[in-house]
């Protein structure tokens, strides 16, 4: 068999090559390739944009637990502020009962000893009254008895001058 | 490259010297043995026919026959292939005798001209793969249109090809506009892959290993890159940049003739390492029938299991020749390409 024949090419077998393959990249092209990777383009891009939705909703999530943590730390912080105004408040109304309570004593003890003393001048005055009554009845009855006596009148009155010159 | 030029060597060694050694052993020692000849039958299955030869020999032979489509001087005649009766009998069409002779070449008894554009082994084998493809990849694409999910099925395996073609060959060597010349290059590794794959079958025709396949395709290649190509391009043909005046007549046809060595180039690699291939799983095969005409039948049983193993071994490096060559074939189209539609830098 003549070697050449292998590097002859055959007319007929270009002309069916030509239409054939030609023919397979019309059909292709509309009916295998343009579907095929516009589903492949289409998936690639729903699956970046399902990672960056995920990425998005995780970064969501941690925003959110920030946030919880930070309420809690605002809730215990208010509590914490809430006692220790009620516990100021409380030491307060204590001291400030305490103060009115020494004060309102301080008050009824001053006004018992002032009314102790008032009616100490009250009973000494009525004392010394009494007293004076009681002497000048006393000089009276002594003077009474006395001055029906001349001698003793006389006696008196120059005492009296006596004692003043 | 060393694995090419070796087994181009190997298949040129077979074809140049064989028919010599067999023809001097056919005169010299035709009287006390006649050494089995391995060519003519591998040269037969490398090389396109008529007829679909499935087993058997010569006349018994059985064979799908296949139409003959032959044009003489503006005359239209269709036949099928068995009608020339393995070229014993002649065909008369009107007032024109066809007659097929033993290498299966149509001849016309007057010395008319023919155009011979008949459906033969190689055509109907290419048909064969364009049904395959469209097959698939119509199959595949209605899947893809009704699934936004994952792939699956069928094309769970289409769709990775398909991407590595288009991010791995295409892309890299296209740039931004490779949109344009995607579904070219797509089917084109489809193409050659397929056909590669066939071609593999037993009983298959030797499609994309035949140099008119190659040419055609390697011609297209030619026309899609010189067609697409800008003004840096043909500056670097026509004007060189760098090169001295006196260099001019020198550099412009080197330039010129470098645009038609890059298709060429991939005319011979497909043509030559699918028919290597193929010759060489022949001839391992055939060392058995060697065997059996030189030692006898002993020898073809002691033989045929090691033919069997490298005849497997070769069988998976044609597997991967069939991809690596629709690889090949595409990613050097998209260079080429590339190269004629890149910016001037």
Not at chain 1, 17 to 38: D, E, M, Q
Not at chain 2, 10 to 26: H, K, M, Q, R
Not at chain 2, 35 to 54: F, G, K, Q, R
Request: net charge negative.
């Amino acid at each position: 068999m003549d070697p050449m024949s292998l590097v002859t090419p055959a007319i007929g077998l270009m002309f069916w090559t030509c239409i054939i393959f030609i023919l397979l990249v019309l059909v292709l092209k509309k009916f295998a390739w343009k579907p095929i990777l516009s589903a492949v383009d289409q998936r690639n891009e729903s699956i970046s944009n399902s990672l960056l939705a995920a990425e998005k909703a995780r970064d969501e999530i941690a925003s959110l637990t920030a946030n919880n943590e930070q309420i809690i730390a605002q809730a215990k912080m208010d509590r914490d502020a809430l006692l220790k105004e009620a516990r100021d408040m409380k030491n307060e109304i204590i001291s400030h009962a305490k103060d009115t309570a020494s004060k309102e004593a301080d008050k009824i003890i001053t006004s018992a000893k002032e009314q102790i003393s008032n009616e100490k001048m009250k009973a000494l005055t009525e004392l010394k009254n009494q007293v004076a009554a009681i002497s000048i009845e006393m000089a009276e009855k002594v003077l009474g008895s006395e001055l029906s006596n001349v001698d003793a009148q006389k006696d008196l009155v120059s005492q009296a001058l006596k004692e003043k010159i | 490259m060393n694995n090419f030029s070796l087994r181009l060597l190997v298949s040129f060694l077979i074809i140049l010297f064989f028919p010599n050694i067999s023809f001097s052993e056919e005169t010299t020692s035709k009287d006390d043995s006649e050494l089995y000849n391995p060519v003519p039958a591998i040269m037969h299955h490398i090389s396109d026919s008529h007829e679909w030869h499935l087993l058997g020999e010569g006349d018994a032979s059985v064979t799908i026959p296949l139409p003959v489509i032959l044009i003489t001087e503006g005359n239209l005649d269709v036949f099928m292939s068995s009608a020339f009766n393995h070229g014993h009998t002649d065909v008369v069409k009107g007032d024109r005798v066809y007659s097929m002779d033993s290498h299966g070449h149509i001849h016309e008894k007057n010395h008319l001209s023919i155009l011979d554009l008949s459906i033969t082994k190689n055509v109907a084998s290419m048909f064969l793969a364009l049904i395959v493809m469209l097959f698939l990849f119509i199959i595949s694409a209605n899947k893809s249109k009704k699934n936004t999910g994952a792939p699956s099925g069928i094309l769970s395996f289409i769709e990775p090809l398909v991407l590595f073609v288009r991010d791995d060959i295409v892309k890299p060597n296209l740039g931004h506009n490779y949109k344009k010349f995607l579904p070219y290059l797509l089917t084109l590794f489809f193409f050659i892959l397929v056909n590669n794959l066939l071609g593999l079958l037993p009983g298959a025709a030797n499609v994309t290993g035949n140099i008119a396949v190659t040419l055609v395709l390697s011609f297209i290649t030619l026309i899609v890159t010189n067609f697409s190509a800008n003004k840096s391009y043909w500056g670097h043909i026509f004007k060189p940049p760098g090169v001295p005046l006196a260099l001019m007549p020198i550099m412009i046809p080197i330039e010129l003739v470098g645009v038609f060595t890059k298709p060429f180039a991939l005319m011979i690699r497909l043509f030559a390492n699918i028919s290597a291939g193929h010759i060489i799983i022949l001839s391992l095969i055939s060392l058995i029938f060697m065997a059996q005409s030189g030692l006898g039948t002993a020898g073809a049983f002691g033989l045929s299991p090691v033919s069997v193993l490298f005849v497997l071994f070769m069988y998976f490096i044609e597997i991967l020749v069939a991809f690596l060559q629709a690889y090949i074939f595409t990613l050097l189209t998209s260079l080429f390409i590339g190269l004629a539609t890149t910016e001037a830098h």
